[in-house]
């Protein structure tokens, strides 16, 4: 089947340490992007990466990393420095950047907890 | 972006057609409509955009006004597995990297 798969579903973190959100898509898609959902909230952009090897940060992007070495995959890193991390994350693709006629498609997400 | 409103939450019978109204009375002539839902402690799912004509695919029939600025989505035999949230987004046609989500619409499927 064609599709996002992130993983792992859930996730616990130790204050001060890295972890590391996988995201795969096997849908040929130029465009990945990475959310974050709170509670009650609506999704804010933390990353996007438009084309291999080039990312963008989004409204949120202090505390996170991103890297785009191969089309498919798009791992986004929670760092220590992000003081507030527990979250819903997203992962979305799109056939082609910035074109408002191709839907996003997101991924089931990962649930990050800090113990 | 143009902002959109819509009902806080929606109740529907089992196997009746669910109507989803979305009001975006500030978009502009450029900007779709998209329809996204979202079930508890899973990703939003795509429904269905449009411009100005009306769309439909297997899942959903999408309604815009002649003056766009308003639509309904349209669910025509809900199940209990439509039971969601459901986000109504307006996305300028050039250069939007994200989707905007608002508080959305729960609807509830009733056996």
């Known amino acids: 089947d064609g599709g996002i798969t992130q993983s792992p579903k859930y996730l616990f973190r130790k204050e001060g340490q890295n972890v590391t959100l996988s995201c795969e898509q096997n849908?040929?898609?130029?465009?990945m992007y990475w959310y974050r959902q709170d509670p009650g909230q609506g999704l804010r952009l933390i990353y996007y990466?438009?084309?291999?090897?080039?990312?963008q940060k989004g409204d949120i992007a202090e505390g996170y990393s991103v890297s785009r070495e191969k089309k498919e995959s798009f791992p986004l890193t929670v760092t220590s420095a992000q003081k507030n991390p527990t979250a819903f994350y997203l992962c979305?693709?799109?056939?082609?950047?910035?074109?408002?006629?191709?839907?996003?498609?997101f991924g089931d997400g990962t649930r990050l907890s800090i113990l | 972006d143009a902002k959109t409103t819509q009902p806080t939450s929606m109740d529907c019978a089992e196997g009746r057609a669910a109507n989803l109204p979305c009001n975006h009375s500030?978009?502009?002539?450029?900007?779709?409509v998209y329809w996204y839902r979202q079930i508890h402690s899973q990703g939003p799912q795509y429904i269905i955009h449009?411009?100005?004509n009306n769309e439909t695919n297997e899942m959903a029939s999408l309604i815009i006004t002649e003056d766009r600025k308003s639509s309904t989505l349209i669910l025509p035999h809900a199940t209990l597995r439509d039971t969601a949230v459901y986000y109504c987004?307006?996305?300028?046609?050039?250069?939007?990297?994200?989707?905007?989500f608002g508080q959305g619409t729960r609807l509830t499927i009733n056996p």
């Open positions: 849908l040929n898609h130029d465009a």
């Open positions: 500030t978009i502009s002539g450029n900007e779709y």
């Open positions: 979305a693709s799109s056939i082609s950047p910035g074109n408002s006629n191709q839907p996003q498609h």
């Open positions: 987004i307006v996305r300028p046609a050039q250069g939007a990297q994200k989707l905007v």
């Open positions: 990466s438009q084309i291999v090897n080039d990312f």
């Open positions: 449009g411009l100005k």
